[in-house]
């Protein structure tokens, strides 16, 4: 009796145009608005002239149609799901429906009260961001008062039995304090520790030389998380994810667009990536005007990356396709100009040497002391500076 | 819990947070934890909906036994249930 596992997002795609399996993982990006304002967000940088948010009724919509359609994993993101004041039914159908409901959240807002409303709604886990393990750190990259705030939130999560799953995203002003996030991880009681390097849309691609870390930071960091596992076992588990840039091969990024993952972002588009509206000439529909069967299998913006006939060499060629999919089709796009080109990531790709640029930039030994100096100061995510700075739909 | 001695009277059950249900998309049995989803192979999810923290792995095995027609499970059983403790699927309550 064979009893293994299988990981079911293992299938390589079929050849020809494939007719995808259901979208297992719904993300919810219920609001734009959020009390942080974190330098290396991914939201897009002209959030703030996008649409009116969905109401309640079109959410709870979308959650009856996805989950006929077999969508299992929900995560309820945004900006700050919090900020809407109808995130408690919003629960309760989607835990009646049989989701498994994942809160990914600042913690800003998460009241006791509401907290127990949420338990009883019938969420069953919260991702809770830190910035960095100390008060003024913390509070600088988020650019708001909100580290004691957070670490309440934490004690929280603890005292209503939920496992504790911390976010730390790092960057070249933070990865420094690997071992002291990990130490504050550890103090919280934290079950799971996501120290993840920045991703560069939105917001990050806009202060990337800023927050891209150097090779000796990256590996500095690797080595206190591994030593730290070492020290705690399994008592907390820490997921380091690796950043892109420094890796000769690209992520395989959502498996590929279109193949388990669908996202709907607060006016209602739907996108098979979170950061995937800044793709051109793809128009993705609307959940206000289409149903989410007819926009999983039906619309042209969800199958024109499905498969691999759109890609270019090297990719269209390489053995390694049905492993990443060539990538990252925003990266490629951020990077190249075109969405259809190989991720620069990997080093087979005509354009790595944008990204090798990029690292070396990085590594220059006055790069810290230039920043330091403020010669190019960061941009924090706002609504004010996402009108000013970005106020035409620039797509990044 | 994973470093405890499993016996054939443990009692294992699915780990906090985590939760296994059945999807008729997928048709298989899936376990769903914080940001991750495993689609387990038919007689891994024969094991795991038995492992409800009040049967004990003797029972688990007999039962799974008689539901298959089947003998000799018991190292089988005892092997996937070590497998799913180191991964933090099941946990066995002292």
Known sequence: MAANPSLNDSAPPRPGPPRPGPPLW????????CPLHCAFCYNPTDFAGTGAELATEDWLRVLREARALGAVQLGLS???????D????IVEEAHRLGFYINLITSGVGLSEARLGALKQAGLDHIQLSFQDSSKQMNDFLSSTRTFELKSKVAALIKQYDYPMVLNVVLHRLNIDHVEEILEMALRFGADYVEL???????????????LLPSRDQVERAERTMQRFRERVGKQMQIFFVVPDYFESRPKPCMKGLGSIFLTISPDGTALPCHAARMLPGLDFPNVRSASIEEIWYRTESFNHFRGDAWMKEPCRSCPEKTRDFGGCRCQAYLMTGDAA???PVCDLSPHHHLVTAAVARADRPDAAAQLDAGEKPL????????STLFPKRDGI | MSDMAIEANSRPGIERGYRLQWEPAQNAHVLLYPEGMIKLNGSAGEIMKRCDGATTIADITADLERAFATTNLSADVLRFVHMALEKKWLQIRP
């Not at chain 1, 719904?26 to 608005?33: C, G, H, I």
């Not at chain 1, 109808?86 to 039914?89: F, G, H, I, K, T």
């Not at chain 1, 849309?201 to 800023?210: D, F, I, M, S, V």
């Open chain 1, 26 to 33: 719904l993300l919810l990006e219920l609001t734009y608005r």
């Open chain 1, 78 to 84: 945004g900006g700050e799901p919090l900020t809407r």
């Open chain 1, 86 to 89: 109808d995130l408690e039914p």
């Open chain 1, 196 to 210: 993840a390097n920045t991703q560069y849309y939105g917001w990050a691609w806009h202060n990337r030389e800023q």
């Open chain 1, 341 to 343: 080109n190989a991720d």
């Open chain 1, 379 to 386: 941009v924090f995510r706002s609504e004010r500076n996402s």
